[in-house]
């Protein structure tokens, strides 16, 4: 799939190396290009010049290069549970960002994986340009497993949701990407988070395609 390229959709940084670190840790065997694109800088606790340093160092942990991560610093795209971002403005914000032929997103479901309202728009908006940009070939979502299952990572090669599950080729992907990048964001929960996620070792996916 050289001539391909897929585009990492995330509302904050951060969000690649918590839901998404299994799929980051294989894309490269597939796609010649991997761009990551954050819908914000994450400033919701007035961190955001640190957390936009965190995910170029997390990005390229996956071998993303900085000159590949676009993070949107948009006053209508703020990090926060009660930030409304409108999907029009996210789809004008993105159309410009993406102009490759044959592109292909990955992102959150339409349940956002945790439920944080800027990951629900974030599906939205993918799910809007997917169904009416013509480059955008292919959509995968990450799966929001049921809360009985989320925190199950030692079944995560045992249990599928979703069209196709994707496992960790190098299951420290995870844990380094969270510790040695994103260190500001590191308060005591997270560390559970990291350890007992299912989405710490597997993906699941959902695919649409054209």
Not at 15 to 42: I, K, N
Not at 92 to 120: K, M, Q, Y
Not at 124 to 142: D, E, G, K, M, S
Request: aromatic content about 10%; some cysteine.
């Amino acid at each position: 799939m050289s001539g391909e390229e897929l585009v990492v959709l995330i509302a904050h940084p951060d969000d690649e190396g918590m839901f998404m670190a299994p799929v980051l840790g294989r894309v490269g065997e597939r796609y010649g290009m991997v761009r990551v694109v954050c819908l914000s800088t994450g400033n919701a606790d007035g961190l955001g010049e640190v957390r936009v340093k965190e995910l170029v160092k997390s990005a390229a942990l996956f071998g993303v290069g900085e000159g590949e991560v676009a993070v949107l610093d948009d006053a209508r795209f703020q990090d926060g549970l009660d930030a409304v971002w409108k999907v029009d403005d996210l789809v004008e914000a993105l159309l410009p960002v993406i102009t490759t032929p044959s592109t292909h997103i990955l992102t959150f479901d339409i349940e956002g994986v945790s439920r944080h309202p800027n990951h629900i728009a974030t599906s939205q908006a993918a799910h809007h340009l997917f169904r009416t940009h013509p480059p955008i070939t292919a959509l995968y979502q990450v799966v929001t497993v049921p809360l009985l299952f989320k925190y199950t990572s030692f079944l995560a090669g045992f249990l599928k949701f979703g069209d196709m599950t994707v496992t960790t080729a190098t299951p420290h992907l995870c844990f380094a990407s969270m510790i040695s990048c994103h260190w500001s964001q590191m308060v005591w929960y997270r560390w559970l988070y990291i350890t007992f996620s299912r989405y710490s070792f597997a993906v699941d996916l959902n695919v649409l395609r054209k």
